[in-house]
């Protein structure tokens, strides 16, 4: 008879929410098409600080942790769960700006690139997971103030700008751990 592993902890994920600031986000609209805003946006959504990055990053990290630190992991979850938020916004506006969603980020050299794993800092030690966490939470604030700098949708800005709020709750939620 073949013996089956069981993962024996009792953390618990019912109820579950995303981490995010409380309060709603704008309207997802733009001005119009745009291709250039749409390309900013993919490098947001797949490229090598981006959304799916961080959502891809957060669950190996919790799933590192879930038995020997359930609080944390519950955090790190949560996060990741408002990143997803983050990415279908995402989404929804490079659509909206004439973009497709192909998990590949538009440079304006001309470039492209696939995303890949290679992207992501795993770490097993559980302070080393979450300094990696504020440090690409870091990056990501950078760079959506850069791209908010480059579009000149307000629209768009004001997504940003609501999700940056969420990149810096998480920042304040990483360090307390």
């Not at 994920?13 to 709603?24: C, E, N, Q, R, S």
């Not at 997971?129 to 604030?141: L, Q, T, W």
Request: aromatic share 6%.
């Amino acid at each position: 008879m073949e013996e089956h592993a069981v993962l024996s902890c009792d953390c618990n994920f019912a109820g579950l929410k995303p981490i995010m600031v409380d309060l709603p986000y704008p309207p997802i609209c733009v001005e119009g098409k745009n291709l250039a805003y749409a390309s900013l946006l993919s490098i947001d959504y797949c490229g090598a600080v981006s959304e799916l990055s961080a959502i891809t990053q957060y669950i190996n990290n919790e799933t590192r942790l879930v038995c020997e630190q359930c609080s944390v992991a519950k955090t790190i979850l949560g996060i990741a769960v408002a990143e997803m938020m983050h990415l279908q916004k995402l989404g929804e506006l490079i659509v909206l700006l004439g973009g497709t969603i192909d998990y590949t980020a538009k440079y304006r050299n001309g470039s492209r690139r696939l995303w890949t794993p290679r992207y992501l800092t795993l770490h097993q030690e559980c302070e080393k997971i979450i300094a990696a966490g504020i440090e690409s939470e870091h990056a990501a604030i950078q760079q959506y103030q850069a791209h908010i700098r480059m579009i000149g949708d307000d629209h768009v800005n004001a997504v940003l700008k609501r999700i940056i709020m969420d990149e810096e709750y998480h920042i304040m939620l990483l360090q307390a751990l």
